[in-house]
Nanobody
Framework: QVQLVESGGGLVQAGGSLRLSCAAS????????MGWFRQAPGKEREFVAG???????YYANSVKGRFTISRDNAKNTVYLQMNSLKPEDTGVYSC???????????????????WGQGTQVTVSS
């Protein structure tokens, strides 16, 4: 069983930056694909960024060029660096993990086995 704990959320002005962290325990971290998803009030959870076990990354078009996902296997942690934040980036950000796959798209939330509780990100205009 894998446990995921997010941190780093908060309130920031538009144009600002935040770095989210997701610490994993209970599994073999370097064999997992990891993803970040977010959910705004009244909306469905959506894909933000993903990183495969082999460090291949993928981003939603809405965050490409502003957000960077990375992982530190020695620390069992995945990060999401968010720059040039916009009010529309507001939401609860959750990390997710699944056993590695070279075939499944990182964007599909139904393919992830483990989820964290989420951390709130609020961007004011």
């Amino acid at each position: 069983q894998v446990q995921l704990v997010e941190s780093g959320g908060g309130l920031v002005q538009a144009g600002g930056s935040l770095r989210l962290s997701c610490a994993a325990s209970g599994g073999t971290f370097n064999s997992y694909d990891m993803g970040w998803f977010r959910q705004a009030p009244g909306k469905e959870r959506e894909f933000v960024a993903g990183i495969r076990w082999n460090v291949v990354t993928y981003y939603a078009n809405s965050v490409k060029g502003r957000f960077t996902i990375s992982r530190d296997n020695a620390k069992n942690t995945v990060y999401l660096q968010m720059n040039s934040l916009k009010p529309e980036d507001t939401g609860v950000y959750s990390c997710a993990a699944r056993r590695r796959s070279d075939l499944l798209s990182l964007t599909r939330k139904d393919t992830y086995d483990y989820w964290g509780q989420g951390t709130q990100v609020t961007v004011s205009s």
